[in-house]
């Protein structure tokens, strides 16, 4: 049950922060267009601070999934560090293989330009 209970977890934290990226990328397109008023920005700001304190958590337990320690703060930040690996092998191009699928199927697509910059 506990394992449930943590996997279940798991999943609603990164469900949750999946969200949180989608809508402050919309936020985001908007200021960039110019068309994000003040009042919107405003209230766009704790989205902003409930989605990297997630971001944080997500990247803490997440460690089982990596099989790796965190070294960055974010998520995000442990994704364009395992796209940056040349030649992985091992777990190292396992973790690549995932961070690859991660921002081409949840981030990328969310983010004009696209959120993973590296190729690996």
Known sequence: ???LNVAGFYL???Y???LL???I???RAAKLSGKLSKP???LALPALAVGVLLDFLLQMVSTPIWLDPPRELLLTLRLDRY???TNPTGLNAYRQRVAKWVC???LDVFESGGHCHKDG
């Open 40 to 42: 919107v920005f405003v």
């Open 16 to 18: 949750a922060t999946w």
């Open 104 to 106: 081409s199927n949840m």
């Open 1 to 3: 049950m506990l394992i």
């Open 12 to 14: 609603g934290l990164m």
């Open 21 to 23: 990226f989608v809508a």
């Open 25 to 27: 990328m919309g936020f």
């Open 83 to 85: 796209l940056s690996i």
